[in-house]
């Protein structure tokens, strides 16, 4: 007989990797599949809404598990053996045509990404070096404004990734308005930023350039438009965080909590998740709500590392405010 269960928020239902012959349907609550996009390696997080199974895949085929489960909020469950859930379905025509419409547009996904995988070829730079060289550039040019932005988005990105060393040097020098000697030439110096790059990258760090230079509105265009062209994995993540940036600079402060709140739910391991709370937070203060913008402030300071510069902005707000 199918078992009902209960879990409690950060708990996990199964890991990436286990084997494990049950399906489940949520009743209630809020789950996340997690797991890595095959194109860009990103994190993903694909949210149960309740009434969904999920875990049939591996389950039915008898192979790991593809993802992990993560229960976001208090939840409730039913656990199905494979022959408790092949009988449901049977039974059910429902059931087995909403399964079917899934598994379709899983596939559909999985092609797209495969597609653009192969087409790739060695023609189009990876994000993590196209960002790198977008900052390269714009130092190399004498734009210390613009070389600040794109350094410093990719160290939030790539902290520890292949070029973070030189990128930690090249910000330094960015920040300090100089101009270094390369000893061998950055890779874009022959060319126009992301001529080399795909052209949702191409978009993207056209959109990041706007934004270094302050067009704001531009620039929100240009993050709205990667997602309406539908961008998935790590640049849609990257341009949902900087429309809402754009909204806070242009002071539409509801719109930005609105937008902010919506990506934190999506993405709970969003690389910028503290900057977002910090621009909630702003956007609080912005519409008159010192308290609400205290307690994001609050949560900023107790959840960032000390050394970090989103500290120093949050504690620096809070005492603006009297906190």
Known sequence: M???????????????GDINEKIYILNNGRVSLNYNDIETGQEMHDLIKTGEFFGVK??????PREETAVVLQDSSMIAFSVAEFEQIVLQNT??????LKVFSNQLRRIH??????????????????????????YLKVSKQKQAVYALRRYLTYYPSGKHSAEASKLLDAAESGATPSFSTPPASSSREPGSDLSDVAKSYYNAVSLFSQEKFKEALSEFKKIIEDGADGEYEAK??????????????YDVCIKHFTSL?????????????????????????????AAGFLK?????????????RKAKKALKGLGG
């Open 239 to 252: 341009a949902r965080y900087e429309i809402g940036r754009c909204y806070y600079n242009l002071q539409k």
């Open 58 to 63: 591996s389950a039915m085929g008898k192979y």
């Open 94 to 99: 429902r059931i087995m045509i909403k399964m």
């Open 264 to 292: 934190i739910q999506k993405y709970p391991k969003h690389p910028d998740i503290i900057d977002a709370l910090y621009y909630v937070g702003k956007s609080y203060e912005g519409t008159g709500n010192k308290e609400k």
């Open 2 to 16: 199918p078992k009902a269960a209960n879990y409690k928020t950060i708990s996990i239902v199964y890991f990436k």
């Open 112 to 137: 797209k990404q495969v597609r653009n995988l192969l087409k790739s070829g060695n023609d189009v730079v990876d994000p993590e070096t196209g960002l790198f060289n977008i900052g390269e550039y």
């Open 299 to 311: 949560k900023i300071i107790s959840m960032a590392r000390d050394e970090a510069p989103i500290m």
